[in-house]
C-alpha cells in the first residue's frame, strides 16, 4: 500500500527527475489536508459501529426487498454478512482517506470484487448505495466536527462507487 507521498516519489523516481512545480504543489496540498484527513478518521472511528448500522437501517429501509424471504440480506448469516462487508469497505476507505491514495483499495477490496460478486449472486446496486449512504453520514460527521469543505471524503467512497458499478453512479 503507498500513500500520496510514495506514489510522487516513486513517480518521480522511475523517470529519473527531480520534483518540479507540480510535485511541491502537489505535496503541498496533501500537508496542508492531513489535520482533516486525522479528523475524518478519528470521526469514522469514533462512530463506526453507529454508520454501519444505521446505513444498513437506512438501505434496507429504501430496498426491503433485501430482508424479505428470497432477498440477499435474509436470514441472520446473510444480514450479518452484509454489516460486515460494510464496515470493511467504511474501515478501507478511511484508510485510503489518510494516505490521500486510492491504492489501498484496489489493492485490499477492489480487486476481483465485483466477479466475487457477480458469481455469488450478490447484488451489487445494493452494495453501492450502502457505500454512498455512508459517505453521506462520514459527511455529516465531518461537518458535526466543524469541517467546513468535506469534499475530500467523497474521494475514496466514489471510487469503490465507480469500479464496483458497471456504470458510473
Known amino acids: 500500500m503507498q ?3 510514495t506514489n510522487l516519489i516513486k513517480n518521480y523516481d522511475v523517470t529519473g527527475r527531480y520534483f518540479d512545480r ?5 505535496l503541498k496540498s496533501y500537508f496542508e489536508s492531513g489535520t482533516q484527513r486525522i ?3 478519528a470521526a469514522i472511528n469514533a462512530n463506526a459501529a453507529f454508520i454501519v448500522k444505521e446505513a444498513g437501517v437506512q438501505l434496507f429501509a429504501d430496498q426491503p426487498e433485501l430482508i424479505r424471504p428470497g ?3 435474509y436470514t441472520t448469516r446473510r444480514y450479518a454478512a452484509c ?3 460494510m464496515d470493511y469497505y467504511l474501515r478501507y476507505a478511511t484508510y485510503a482517506l489518510v494516505a490521500g491514495s486510492m491504492d489501498v483499495l484496489d ?3 477492489l480487486q476481483g470484487l465485483r466477479e466475487t460478486y ?3 449472486g450478490v447484488p451489487i446496486a445494493p452494495t453501492v448505495a450502502g457505500i454512498q449512504i ?3 453520514m462520514v459527511k455529516q460527521q465531518m461537518t458535526d466536527a466543524g469541517v467546513a469543505d468535506t469534499s475530500f471524503v467523497d474521494e475514496p467512497f466514489d471510487y469503490m462507487t465507480r469500479e464496483l458499478s458497471e456504470t458510473d453512479v
Open 3 to 5: 500513500d500520496a507521498v
Open 22 to 26: 507540480n510535485a511541491v504543489d502537489s
Open 39 to 41: 479528523k475524518a478518521a
Open 71 to 73: 432477498g440477499n440480506a
Open 83 to 85: 454489516l460486515r462487508d
Open 107 to 109: 489493492e485490499r477490496v
Open 118 to 120: 457477480n458469481s455469488l
Open 134 to 136: 455512508m459517505k453521506e
